[in-house]
């Protein structure tokens, strides 16, 4: 079992900055990945972003503006998103994969962009 735990999300105007950041617990020893998807109310979860043994993977659409990074000490991932546009507006959900493969998903975090 692995329990992950979000924090950082809320409110700015467009143009802005926030940093996401998830800490996983638990079966730590067995992560093969941690990364991110977003979801908008009535459409399906979207990838964000993932990283695993220094592999990083960015979504297309989001290359340049959200960098992803990982504290392998901590067990943590960190989303950095800059110039943010109001489409942008989401619940972020981390999302961990364990040797199995298994995947676990934080319980999500608000990220609103106003114009």
């Known amino acids: 079992q692995v329990t992950l735990v979000e924090s950082g999300g809320g409110s700015v105007q467009a143009g802005g900055s926030l940093r996401l950041s998830c800490v996983a617990s638990?079966?730590?020893?067995?992560?093969?990945?941690l990364g991110w998807f977003r979801q908008t109310p009535g459409k399906e979860r979207e990838f964000v972003a993932r990283?695993?043994?220094?592999?990083?993977v960015v979504a297309d659409s989001l290359k340049g503006r959200f960098t992803i990074s990982r504290d392998n000490a901590q067990d943590t991932v960190h989303l950095q998103m800059n110039s943010l546009k109001p489409e942008d507006t989401a619940v972020y959900y981390c999302e961990a994969v364990v040797y199995g493969p298994v995947t676990y998903w934080g319980q999500g975090i608000q990220v609103t962009v106003s114009s």
């Open positions: 638990g079966r730590t020893f067995s992560l093969f990945s």
């Open positions: 990283i695993s043994s220094g592999t990083v």
